[in-house]
Structures are given as structure tokens and as C-alpha cells.
């Protein structure tokens, strides 16, 4: 993983974790890597200095030339400088409204229409070709079972996945 500190033309900063520079360039070249202030996605990279521990002599940071501490995350010696977490945006207000939507869409269906199960090929081409009354159902369908009702030309969608919150 590779963290990158971000600008977007309005001169936000804020930072993003990619699996590879790669995945960065590829994200960005798309309009996927956005500013979660504004959501802009003309997003640049920044100068970042990468994270590397001091020395054994660097317990302590030189003091300011008028003798008071600068206030940089210091450690004894042969241990790592932690700094203090920063705050991270995880998902921008565009996110979570898309998020709020999928959410909504199905606790719509699920609550207005009938779960029919593992069926739900079965019951939607006995409506498609009046077998049984029309009404709206839910359930499941294998991959082989969903390409066989587009081929025949049962319109149907997928319900959508709701990610979980807490990614």
C-alpha cells in the first residue's frame, strides 16, 4: 500500500491509500480519486517526504533558537517516532449520499415487494409470459439462471449491494 498526500485544484489537501502508484495513476486518469471537501476530481499528487525513523541520536529534535521546544513527535532512543493520527476523510458527502440511496432502494423493494427465494427465475418468466398475476419480487439467481431471462427478454434488475459502513 502507498499513501499519497492529494491537492484538488481549490486547493484542498488530503491523503489516500492506493495498493500501487499504478492503481493511483489508473484511478486518476479515470476521475475516480476525488476531493472529499468539494468532490472535484482534478486531484494532483503532492511533495511528501516519506516516513523514516530516526537515528539513535535523534531522541530529541533541536530546540527553537529561542530555546522553546518546536513541538515534532520525538522518541527515546531505539524507538520509532509515532506522530499523532491525522484526521481522514473515508468518504466524501457524495459517497455517503450515493451510499444512502443504494440503502434506500432496497429497503424499498424489500419492503413493498415478495421474496420469492432461490425461485425468482422460475416466477419471473411465469409473469413474463402470463402464467401468473404481475407483482414485484425479489429473491436470487444463479449467473446461468440471470443470462437466460436477459436472452429471452425478462426485463429484471439486480437489487443494489449496500457496502457495509464500516469500509
Known amino acids: 500500500m502507498i499513501r499519497y498526500a492529494l491537492a484538488c485544484t481549490d486547493g484542498h489537501d488530503f491523503e489516500s491509500w492506493f495498493p500501487s502508484s499504478a492503481s493511483y495513476d489508473m484511478q486518476a486518469e ?20 516519506p516516513a523514516v525513523a530516526a537515528g539513535r541520536g535523534a531522541a530529541r529534535e533541536p530546540a527553537a533558537a529561542d530555546g522553546r521546544e518546536t513541538g515534532t513527535p520525538t522518541a527515546a532512543p531505539g524507538q520509532p517516532i509515532v506522530a499523532p493520527p491525522q484526521p481522514v476523510a473515508l468518504l466524501s458527502e457524495k459517497e455517503q ?32 409470459y402470463g402464467e401468473i398475476e404481475h407483482r414485484s419480487i425479489y429473491g436470487e439467481a444463479s449467473p446461468v439462471e440471470v443470462q437466460a431471462l436477459a436472452e429471452e427478454g425478462i426485463e429484471f434488475q439486480p437489487l443494489p449491494v449496500v457496502p457495509d ?3
Open 165 to 167: 459502513d464500516r469500509n
Open 30 to 49: 479515470r476521475g475516480l480519486v476525488s476531493c472529499p471537501v468539494c468532490g472535484s476530481a482534478k486531484v494532483a499528487k503532492r511533495l511528501m517526504a
Open 97 to 128: 449520499a450515493i451510499r444512502a440511496m443504494l440503502r434506500a432502494v432496497r429497503e424499498h423493494v424489500t419492503r413493498t415487494a415478495d421474496y420469492v427465494g432461490p425461485t425468482f427465475a422460475e416466477e419471473a418468466r411465469r409473469m413474463h
